[in-house]
């Protein structure tokens, strides 16, 4: 309590306080990546020989494009079974029809029927295994010719990314991939969150990202996925943001900086230095009647420019000291 005419009051700003909007923005570093599902690498599927090139370096591709074409001694053996099994299945589809008449007319051994019957599932099977071998590759079996050269194709829709086709190039069957294709119209960016940050984020909430090369224009990315992984080493967790990039902005591996903006919720915000603290315990001035105050206890949240929420401890309406608090202090 302040006696009448104390030199303290003149320095004491009083403040009602009251419930405000606020809206809790920060920002973390993000990483470009391609998205996996519109990414691929092809490299040959046995030892070979490249024949011939059908893309070029960033040129379009659709899902089954032709890529490069490559000869080899391990396909045209793939080529040869398969067509011998196809052969062998219709011999013994003939076989079997032969026998299935003879039964039918009564000149037939049944031990013979039954013995063709077994040949022709066991041939099914090994034109089956032999259509899957080739099938692999993505191998029109209708259009198939003994001894062409593999055509490998697409796999996506995207565009080609990196190219090392060497014509003639000898490629051993372990090598690795010649072609990366990638769908850059949409790409992810990988951010990191501390646990601390993670109860103001949801999924499909926006996400500004902001770069060099966008010259101050800031590229709108929304949340899709939020790690349920908390990184060991770094406390942090993961988080998806997939961003629109038809105008190529931004390119994978590149740095970037995330601006995540909490949905606004109501709180009594206060200006920071009317807050004060000793020890654990943090408190304001509250004025109970003329040149009068309290010491209150307070719990404070989110801090926002010179202003702190408050959680608890203050009620909309109250009158606190917001600032020169510091001299009711030294009037204790």
């Keep these: 309590m302040l006696s009448e005419g104390s030199n303290i009051s003149p320095k004491l700003h009083l403040l009602t306080v009251n419930v405000q909007l606020l809206n809790t923005p920060w920002s973390t570093t993000g990483i470009v990546r391609v998205n996996p599902n519109n990414y691929a690498e092809i490299a040959p599927p046995f030892a070979g020989r490249v024949t011939r090139s059908y893309v070029k370096l960033g040129q379009q591709v659709s899902p089954g494009s032709p890529i ?10 793939a080529q040869k079974d398969y067509f011998d099994a196809r052969q062998e299945l219709h011999q013994a589809q003939l076989n079997l029809t032969r026998q299935r008449d003879l ?11 039954e013995a063709v019957e077994t040949e022709f599932e066991t041939k099914k ?3 089956a295994n032999a259509s899957a071998a080739l099938k692999i590759f993505n191998v029109d079996l209708a259009s198939l010719e003994l001894g062409k050269p593999l055509v490998l194709s697409s796999p996506i829709k995207g565009e080609v990314i990196s190219s090392q086709i060497v014509i003639g190039q000898y490629l051993k069957e372990d090598a690795e991939a010649i072609v990366v294709l990638a769908e850059l119209s949409k790409i992810w960016i990988a951010g990191q969150l501390k646990e601390k940050d993670l109860q103001h984020i949801h999924t499909m909430d926006q996400v500004y ?5 966008l010259s101050g224009r800031p590229l709108l990315g929304k949340i899709f996925h939020i790690n349920q992984i908390v990184d060991e080493e770094t406390r942090s967790v ?3 943001i997939e961003c629109d990039n038809r105008e190529r902005f931004l390119k994978p591996g590149m740095y970037v900086t995330l601006s995540y903006s909490d949905i606004p919720s109501q709180h009594i915000l206060i200006p920071t230095k009317a807050v004060f603290q000793r020890e654990n315990e943090q408190f304001v001035f509250v004025q109970v009647g003329r040149d009068k105050f309290h010491k209150r206890t307070i719990t404070t949240g ?5 202003q702190i929420a408050i959680l608890s401890g203050l009620q909309a ?11 009711l202090l030294k009037a204790e």
């Design 125 to 127: 099977t090994t034109l």
């Design 103 to 113: 039964w039918s007319n009564g000149v037939g051994v049944q031990r013979e029927l």
């Design 209 to 213: 990202v902001h770069t060099a090369a």
């Design 317 to 327: 309406g109250e009158t606190i000291v917001s600032e020169g608090g510091i001299f």
């Design 68 to 77: 490069f074409e490559i000869s080899s001694p391990d396909f045209f053996t």
């Design 238 to 240: 993961e988080v998806l």
């Design 302 to 306: 989110e801090t926002t420019d010179d």
